[in-house]
């Protein structure tokens, strides 16, 4: 039975690219698919964290989950760190996957910089606690951005190595050949990489020193307005073809990002746009935004108000989390040899 997983950092400034990448997919996906949806807050802690802010953050993204139209009652919306069996399978996954592996992981050589030695375990260990959250559930689909690509890949492969090395005992105990499913990644769409504002060939991101590179999901509309009006585009006029936007990277994410706004395909959009002015289309792209995101935007700062409530529907989803995460690690235990 097909099952959807997938996570979001509290680590402060949720995006336009976080949304059209991955949570407005998350809501797409409610009607067909059982869906968990997680608020990875184990992983934000692989760079420090402030506690206070990361109390507030982890909040404000299951605000954000909710604001944009996820249920909590007909899926799962939790923080990983409530459900004990994540760390317990990351640690058998860290056992499975090889050093060579997680050594070709380039979000770790980003996030590490320079000064390697001083980056923590854990930001190392990243992908393994990354499939563990994935396949502690057996999810079998997992929307994300692409910038998530190779993590999902390594994910298949830590799936396809513990099925390898643990087929005898899965097929002793009972558990048929593969115990693992490989999860397939859902990328995809006019946004899977939504770039930033001011550099077409930088990714939109939460950490980038310039907030006029991206929009943030509380953004005011005026705020959304001055930042689309001042994004870096290029003086040609918009082609009529999908084909003319190549080697035009500001021209291409400003049409991606209207098209997923807007849930129609590029060349709509340059149908209606081609041979126009920027300005005439980037007002358009102001209106639609401010459109979408303001009452996301408006919904998420009522939610945060209340903290006690968001809190109540983490321990909800955590509570039904738990109860499928032990099922499979209980299986888990009984493949690895460990006594209970
Ligand atoms: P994170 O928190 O960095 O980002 C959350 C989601 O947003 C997507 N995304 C983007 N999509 C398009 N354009 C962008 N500029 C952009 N920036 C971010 C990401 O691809 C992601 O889907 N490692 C994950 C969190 C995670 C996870 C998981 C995801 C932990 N465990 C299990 C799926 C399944 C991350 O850091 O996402």
Redesign the pocket.
């Known amino acids: 039975k097909p099952l959807v ?5 509290p ?1 402060g400034n949720l ?1 336009l ?2 949304y ?4 407005q997919r998350f809501v797409a996906l409610q009607d067909s698919h059982d869906c968990l949806y ?1 608020v ?1 807050d184990m ?1 934000a802690i692989t760079v420090w964290q402030d506690p206070a802010d990361l109390k507030r953050q982890i909040r404000e993204v299951t605000a954000a989950f909710i604001a944009s139209g996820i249920d909590p009652t007909k899926h799962i919306v939790f923080n ?1 760190s409530q459900v004990s069996g994540h760390a317990e399978l990351a640690w058998v996954f860290n056992c499975v996957a090889r050093l060579g592996w997680l050594n070709r992981m380039t ?1 770790f050589k980003e996030k590490a910089g320079k000064d390697r030695e001083a980056a923590s375990v854990g930001l190392y260990a ?1 992908p393994s ?2 499939a563990a ?2 396949l502690l559930y057996r999810a079998t689909h ?7 690509k190779q ?2 890949e390594l994910t298949r492969d830590i799936a396809q190595k513990f099925n390898n090395d643990f087929g005898t005992s899965i097929a002793a105990n009972g558990l048929g050949e593969a115990f693992f499913p490989l999860p397939e990644p859902l990328i995809g769409g006019p ?5 930033s504002l001011r550099d077409g060939a930088k ?4 950490s980038d020193p310039s907030d006029l590179s991206r929009i943030n999901l509380t953004d005011e509309a005026d705020l959304i307005a001055s930042k689309i009006r001042k994004a870096k585009t290029d003086p040609e006029p918009l082609p009529s073809e999908a084909e003319g936007l190549k080697g035009r990277p500001e021209a291409e994410n400003l049409v991606g990002i209207y098209a997923a706004l807007g849930a129609v395909p590029k060349e709509d959009v340059l149908t209606q746009f081609g041979g126009g002015q920027f300005s005439t289309f980037k007002a358009a792209l102001v209106d639609l935004a401010v459109a979408k995101l303001g009452p996301i935007g408006a919904e998420m700062q009522r939610l945060v108000a209340e903290p006690d409530h968001i809190d109540a529907i983490l321990r909800d989803g955590a509570a039904r989390a738990r109860v499928l995460a032990e099922a499979t690690m209980a299986n888990v235990r009984d493949i690895v040899g460990f006594v209970r």
Do not use: W
């Open positions: 997983f997938s996570g979001v950092q680590t995006h690219g976080n059209l990448g991955a949570i997680c990875v992983h990983q979000q990243y606690l990354m959250d994935i997992v929307p994300v951005g692409e910038d998530q993590h999902l946004a899977a990489r939504v770039m990714k939109m991101s939460k």
